[in-house]
Nanobody, 116 residues
């Protein structure tokens, strides 16, 4: 079992920055940590992911603006979001996948609102 707790969401103006954090805890060995987001009435989309070894991947919509990182000792993943746009507004969810598993655990989400 894995528990994931996100923090760092809030209201920011277009062009601004936010840093999200997610602390993971539990009994499984976590390989992949990542972030997804969901706007009202929309599907949940994957945003970024990082393996325990540090390999990263990003959705095309956030490449060059968002950076994912992790602290393996603290079991924490971060999402640095720069040059934010109104279309980035969504609930952001942290997720974790165990080694050899296709299934993901998800956190409760944190609201990010980009508006002037």
């Amino acid at each position: 079992q894995v528990q994931l707790v996100e923090s760092g969401g809030g209201l920011v103006q277009p062009g601004g920055s936010l840093r999200l954090s997610c602390a993971a805890s539990g009994s499984i060995f976590i390989n992949v940590l990542g972030w997804g987001r969901q706007a009202p009435g929309k599907q949940r989309d994957l945003v970024a992911a990082i393996t325990r070894g540090g390999s990263t991947s990003y959705a095309d919509s956030v490449k060059g603006r968002f950076t994912i990182s992790r602290d393996n000792a603290k079991n924490t993943v971060y999402l640095q979001m720069n040059s934010l746009k109104p279309e980035d507004t969504a609930v952001y969810y942290c997720y974790a996948r165990a080694l050899g598993s296709q299934s993901a655990y998800w956190g409760q989400g944190t609201q990010v609102t980009v508006s002037s």
